[in-house]
C-alpha cells in the first residue's frame, strides 16, 4: 500500500475501490474479447469453436459477473459524474450511492434468466 | 512588530475594528495572483479528466446495447456465431457501433489503467515497464480491432 495513505473507509471508499477494480476486470476482459472476434478474419470454424466455450455453463456464470461489473461500473461512473458536475452532487453522493445498488440489484436479479436460463436447461435439462 | 514592515497582515493601526470588522484582514493561502506563476505542464491531465466522464456517458449507451444484444435478446449467446456476426456486420450502423464502442473503450480503459499504475507502481522503472506493456497493448488492440471491423469478409471460405 502506497505510503501516506488517503484511505479513508466508508461508502466512498468502497464504492471507489469497487469502481477501480470493476474497471480493470473489464479492460482485460476487453483485451480478450477483442483477440477472439479477430478469429472472424481466420475462419468461420475456428471464431465457432471458440465462442462455443462461450456457451458452457462455467463460462455462463463469468458472463453473468461480467454484467455485474459493467452494471456497477456504469451506474457508478454516472453517480461520480454527477458528483463532479451536478452543483448538489457532492450533498447527496451518499443517497446516490445507495440508489446505485438498488438499481444494480434489481438488474441482476432481472438478469439472472435471460443470461443464466441455458446453463441451467443444459445442467438439470428442460 | 510595527505596521511598515511588508506582512500578510494588514497595518493594525489602520481602520478602527468594530463587531463588523473584528480583525485585521489575512490573504487566502494560496490566492492566485499576477505574480503566481502559470502551470507549465499544458492540461493534458485536466484533458484527461474531461475525457473519462465523456466517453463514460458515451459508453454507457454502447456497452450496454451492446451486452443486451449479445447476451439478452433472441437467445442470448446460444445465437452467437459467424453467422451471427456476418448479418450484424453487413450494417454499416454496427460497424459504426463497435467501431466507436472499440476506441472509446480502449482509449477510457487505458487512461483509468495508466492512473491505477500512477497510484501503486513506485519505482520509476517499474511505471516506465508497465506503462510500456499498457501502451503497446492498447495500440495493438486497438488497431487488431479495427483492421477486422474494417476487413471482415463474410465469404471467407
Ligand atoms: C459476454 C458478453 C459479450 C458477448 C457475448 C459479446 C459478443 C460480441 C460479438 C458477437 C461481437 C462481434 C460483432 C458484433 O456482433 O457486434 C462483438 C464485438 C465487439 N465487442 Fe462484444 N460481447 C460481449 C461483451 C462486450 C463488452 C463488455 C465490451 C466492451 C467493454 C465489448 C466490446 C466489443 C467490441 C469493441 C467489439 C468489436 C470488436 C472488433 O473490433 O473486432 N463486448 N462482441
Ligand atoms: C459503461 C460506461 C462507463 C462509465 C459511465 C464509466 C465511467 C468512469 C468514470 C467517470 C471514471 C473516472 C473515475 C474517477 O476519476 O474517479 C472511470 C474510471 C475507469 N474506468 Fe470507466 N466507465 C465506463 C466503462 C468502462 C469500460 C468499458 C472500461 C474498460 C475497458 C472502464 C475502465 C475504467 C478504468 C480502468 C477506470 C480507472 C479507475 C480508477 O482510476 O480508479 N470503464 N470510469
Redesign the interface.
Given at each position: 500500500m502506497p505510503a501516506g495513505t488517503l484511505y479513508r473507509g466508508r461508502e466512498g471508499m468502497w464504492s471507489w475501490v469497487a469502481h477501480r477494480v470493476t474497471g480493470v476486470l473489464i479492460f482485460f476482459f476487453l483485451f480478450v474479447h477483442v483477440l477472439d472476434t479477430a478469429l472472424v478474419r481466420v475462419s468461420p470454424e475456428a471464431y465457432d469453436e471458440v465462442v462455443a466455450t462461450y456457451k458452457t455453463p462455467i463460462v455462463a456464470l463469468l458472463e453473468y459477473g461480467l454484467v455485474a461489473a459493467i452494471l456497477f461500473h456504469a451506474l457508478n461512473g454516472l453517480r461520480v459524474i454527477a458528483v463532479d458536475f451536478w452543483s448538489k452532487g457532492p450533498r447527496y453522493q451518499k443517497q446516490m450511492l445507495w440508489t446505485v445498488v438498488g438499481i444494480w440489484v434489481v438488474l441482476m436479479a432481472g438478469s439472472l434468466y435471460p443470461v443464466l436460463g441455458h446453463a441451467a436447461r443444459e445442467l438439470f435439462g428442460s | 512588530m510595527s505596521a511598515d514592515t511588508t506582512s500578510a497582515i494588514g497595518p493594525v493601526e489602520g481602520p478602527a475594528y468594530d463587531v463588523d470588522n473584528p480583525a485585521p484582514y489575512i490573504e487566502a493561502p494560496r490566492k492566485r495572483t499576477g505574480r503566481t506563476p502559470r502551470a507549465t505542464r499544458g492540461n493534458f491531465e485536466m484533458a484527461a479528466w474531461l475525457f473519462m466522464?465523456l466517453s463514460?456517458?458515451v459508453?454507457?449507451v454502447l456497452?450496454?446495447g451492446h451486452?443486451l444484444i449479445q447476451?439478452?435478446l433472441d437467445?442470448?449467446?446460444?445465437k452467437?456465431?459467424?453467422?451471427f456476426?456476418a448479418g450484424r456486420w453487413a450494417s454499416p450502423f454496427w460497424q459504426v457501433w463497435d467501431l466507436l464502442m472499440?476506441w472509446l473503450?480502449?482509449l477510457h480503459?487505458?487512461n483509468?489503467?495508466r492512473t491505477?499504475i500512477n497510484?501503486?507502481a513506485?519505482r520509476p522503472n517499474t511505471r516506465l515497464w508497465l506503462k510500456g506493456l499498457l501502451y503497446t497493448?492498447t495500440v495493438f488492440?486497438i488497431l487488431?480491432?479495427t483492421?477486422?471491423i474494417f476487413?471482415?469478409?463474410p465469404n471467407?471460405?
Open positions: - | 466522464r463514460g456517458v459508453l454507457v456497452v450496454l451486452l447476451l439478452f437467445g442470448g449467446v446460444s452467437i456465431g459467424f453467422a456476426v472499440l473503450a480502449m480503459g487505458a483509468g489503467l491505477v497510484d501503486y513506485e497493448a488492440t487488431l480491432g483492421l477486422v476487413t471482415f469478409d471467407i471460405r
